[in-house]
T-cell receptor, first 109, second 113 residues
Framework: QKEVEQNSGPLSVPEGAIASLNCTYS??????FFWYRQYSGKSPELIMF????GDKEDGRFTAQLNKASQYVSLLIRDSQPSDSATYLC?????????FGTGTRLKVLA | ETGVTQSPTHLIKTRGQQVTLRCSSQ?????VSWYQQALGQGPQFIFQ???????GRGNFPPRFSGLQFPNYSSELNVNALELDDSALYLC????????????FGPGTRLTVL
C-alpha cells in the first residue's frame, strides 16, 4: 500500500464547475495535511493546509479532513482554465512531508 | 514568489560525476529541506537541515549529502551520479521550527547522461 494515494487523472471539469480532488494516506500519526499546485515544469506552490478534522475554506478552495477515514480532499469552486495543473497532497509528521504522485486537473474552457 | 532561490536552473552531467546544487532560504527561515522529483512522481524527501544540523533523512544513499551554512543557505551534493539521479531537485525553506510550512524554490533540473 502506498503511503499517499491520489488518482493520477486527468480529471476534466468544465469552466465554472467544482473540481474535487481526493487523497488517502496510511500514516495515522500524520499531523498536518498540505495541498500544493504544480504547473508543468514548475515547482510546487502551496495552496493551503489543514490539521483539524472538518472543513477549511480559503477563497475558492476548501480542504476537508477526516482523520478516522485517513482521507483529505480539496474542492475548487468556480474552476478556471488557469487552475489546470497537478495537485499534490502531502501529509506530514513533524518535518517530513510525504507527497502523493498528484492528480492532474484539466479545466475546459 | 516564495523568496527561495536555487542555482543552477539546469545542469547536465555524465554518469560517475559529482554535482553540487545550491539553495538560499527565504528571509527569516532557518530550515531547509531537499526533495527529488522524478518525472511523473511526487517529490521524495532527501533530508532536512535545521540550524546547520541534519534534522532527518529519507531513503537516499550516503552519496547524497548536504550542508547548511550560518546564513541558512544550503547545498546538496551528489557523488557518483547515476542515470536514475536525473530529476528535478527542490529545496524548501521553513521558519523557526522544523515543522513549519515548507515553501519551495524553483528547482534545479539535473540530467545525467
Amino acid at each position: 500500500q502506498k503511503e499517499v494515494e491520489q488518482n493520477s487523472g486527468p480529471l476534466s471539469v468544465p469552466e465554472g464547475a467544482i473540481a474535487s480532488l481526493n487523497c488517502t494516506y496510511s500514516d495515522r500519526g500524520s499531523q498536518s495535511f498540505f495541498w500544493y499546485r504544480q504547473y508543468s515544469g514548475k515547482s510546487p506552490e502551496l495552496i493551503m493546509f489543514i490539521y483539524s478534522n472538518g472543513d477549511k475554506e480559503d477563497g475558492r478552495f476548501t480542504a476537508q479532513l477526516n482523520k478516522a477515514s485517513q482521507y483529505v480532499s480539496l474542492l475548487i469552486r468556480d474552476s478556471q482554465p488557469s487552475d489546470s495543473a497537478t495537485y499534490l497532497c502531502a501529509p506530514s509528521r513533524g518535518y517530513k512531508y510525504i507527497f502523493g504522485t498528484g492528480t492532474r486537473l484539466k479545466v475546459l474552457a | 514568489e516564495t523568496g527561495v532561490t536555487q542555482s543552477p536552473t539546469h545542469l547536465i552531467k555524465t554518469r560517475g560525476q559529482q554535482v553540487t546544487l545550491r539553495c538560499s532560504s527565504q528571509s527569516g527561515h532557518n530550515t531547509v529541506s531537499w526533495y527529488q522529483q522524478a518525472l511523473g512522481q511526487g517529490p521524495q524527501f532527501i533530508f532536512q537541515y535545521y540550524r546547520e544540523e541534519e534534522n532527518g533523512r529519507g531513503n537516499f544513499p550516503p552519496r547524497f549529502s548536504g550542508l547548511q551554512f550560518p546564513n541558512y543557505s544550503s547545498e546538496l551534493n551528489v557523488n557518483a551520479l547515476e542515470l536514475d539521479d536525473s530529476a528535478l531537485y527542490l529545496c524548501a525553506s521553513s521558519g523557526d521550527s522544523s515543522t513549519d510550512t515548507q515553501y519551495f524554490g524553483p528547482g534545479t533540473r539535473l540530467t545525467v547522461l
